[in-house]
Each structure stands twice: as C-alpha cells, then as structure tokens.
C-alpha cells in the first residue's frame, strides 16, 4: 500500500476516534450578586384594610390566604374554635365561612374553591382532613386523610388550576410519600407519585418531606437512603435533580428560578436557558430570608427576618425594599393578578395590604 493511503487511513482513524468523544459540560457559572437599592417599588396600585379588631377577638389570625375579584380569605382562631372568613374588598364586611373546634393549618383558593387542613394533635401522632368549599354554593366535600408524626401536616400548594400536597402511608415496615393532586375542572383527585422507603436496619428507598408547585412544575425536597448513604436533592417529578439541598429554610420553584432561602442568604438558581443565577447576602449575618413568592418567571418577592419584604427583578439582577420595617409581615400571597400580605406593628394594630400589579 502506498505511503500516502496509510497516512490517510490512519488520519481518518483518528478522525473517527476524536469524534466519539463526548464533548466537555462546560462549567456552571458562578451566581452574581443580586445589586440592592433603597428606593421602594410599589409594583402597583396599592390598597390597605384594617384588621385589628378582628385580631384583638381572634388572636391567632393568618395573613390572607387567598384572594378572588372580590374578596380576601383569612382563617383565624381563639382558644375554643378555629374559623375561616370572607372579607369584602367593596364594602369591608367580615363573613364567617367555616367553624370547627380543631385546628386550622393552611388555607389556600383555586378559582371558586377553598382548601384547608384540619387537624387533631394526639399523644405520638396528629391525624388531618383535607377538605373544600365550592364557593358560590357553600357545600363542603372531604378529598383526603391521613395520619403524620405528630406537629406535621401536609401542605397544600396551588397553580391556577390544581391543588397538590404529599401525603405519608406507613405499612409494614415502609413509608410511602403519595404526591398527590386533585383537578378542579374534573374534581378528581390522583395520584402523581409514590416514594417508598424501606424501614429496615439500613434504610433503602426515598422519601419526601416537603413539596411545592407552580409554573416550572412539581418540585420535591426528596431524600434517597442507599447503601448507608444519604442524599437530599431538590428533584422534579421524573427524578432530575434540579440542586441537592443543604437544609434552607424555605424553597419555591418557577419556570426560570429554584429559590432557596436561609441564614443570611437567599440562592436564585437558574434551571432555565439565558438566565444568570443570584445570589442575595441580608444586612445581617444571622437573618433569615423565607417567604418566596413568584409573581412572574423572573420577578420574585420573599421575606428578610419577618420584618421587610423585598423585590428581587432576576431580569436586571436587582433587589428592592417593596415595604419598609414596620411590623411583623406575614408570607405574601400572590393569586389573580394580586399580591396580599399582613403587617402586625408593634402598637397590637394590624392590616391587610393588598396590590394590584400593572399589567
């Protein structure tokens, strides 16, 4: 064989080989610093409803859970009952909705409907009801029970058009994480994943505490018991894994961003294409950051030390004040094109804040 063909032979060869090779993941880009500013957005119109003696007779009173075109709903509760109301955004007026002696744990709306949790503390356990109200017609319908560890009740998380919570089974010997759904076009509730762990001597399986829903999906904060190991990731429904969790205090995730807060810091990680990661350092060391409230895919509000809530555009890279140190602000909601909140000043007054977003 001529000279010339061997070296044209074996140059192909190379070709070839260099060609099966993967290419190199090219490295992940380190967040930048979210850039603050001290002056205020008001996002919007902004109306604010004075709730103090609805406080002052029920000392226990969430920050609105849910808000429709016309009204805010809030649950509260004395030392005997536990209630949920209706107050009007056109004439002011309370409306007692539901009344039970047990306990109330979270309240959340999908178009004409109310969901909560019920519950009953017991010596090694808490027992729970998920149940909701149509309504234009009051009728109240029971979708689910369970038993959990004592303290710990499931909750509930919400899209514009489903409800989704975890709930646990235990049965010989194993735990079972359920993620379920109820649909509120077909009013079926189903279930979307089942999580099995093994409770032998060494734990094999997965298990997931925690759950949260929106426009990026279902996302799990899920741990995975193998050969002695032990992980924890924050996993979507298929098992990818969008970041492994180091014990933040809260987490939400959008379409572009996984939010994760904790001491002193918030993470905005993106999962989306052309987007820069953040990264958001609080005034101080030890304050916690919480609360995450996706009003967009990249516009964000969360909650520094319980006494600010901040504004976060993840287009600009920018951290605003949306409300000055005042009180105790409780977690900010954000349904039909509204964000509603509670502050609690230090004088026992508490209000409502309610903002319309421009369009």
Known sequence: MPYFLKLSLFSLVLLIAGCSQPEPTPPVPAPKELIR?????????????????????????????????????????????????????????????????????????????????RYQDHANDSTWTLETMDLATGSIQQLDQGTEPKHFYPDLQTTATHVSWIKHMKKNRQTHSLVQKYDAATGYVTTQKTLTLKETATRTGAYAQHIRDGEGGILLDQTTYKADEKTTAYTTLSGKTIKKATMPLDFAYGRHYLATGAEGNALFQSHGLNRTSYYYTTPEPYDLVDAFCFLSADRVVFREEQHQLLYADLINGTVVPLTDKEGEYSKPVFTNGRLGYSMHRDDGTLHFHLIQLKK
């Open 37 to 117: 500013s001290e002056t205020f957005s008001p996002l919007g119109q902004s109306n604010s409803y004075d709730l103090t003696a609805v406080y002052q007779r029920y000392p226990y009173l969430s920050g609105p859970s849910y808000i429709d075109e016309t009204a805010l709903y809030f649950y509260a509760s004395n030392e005997k009952n536990s209630f949920i109301f209706r107050y009007s955004l056109t004439d002011q007026k309370l409306q007692k909705l539901y009344t039970t002696k047990q306990s109330i744990y979270k309240l959340v709306g999908v178009g004409r409907q109310l969901f909560w949790i």
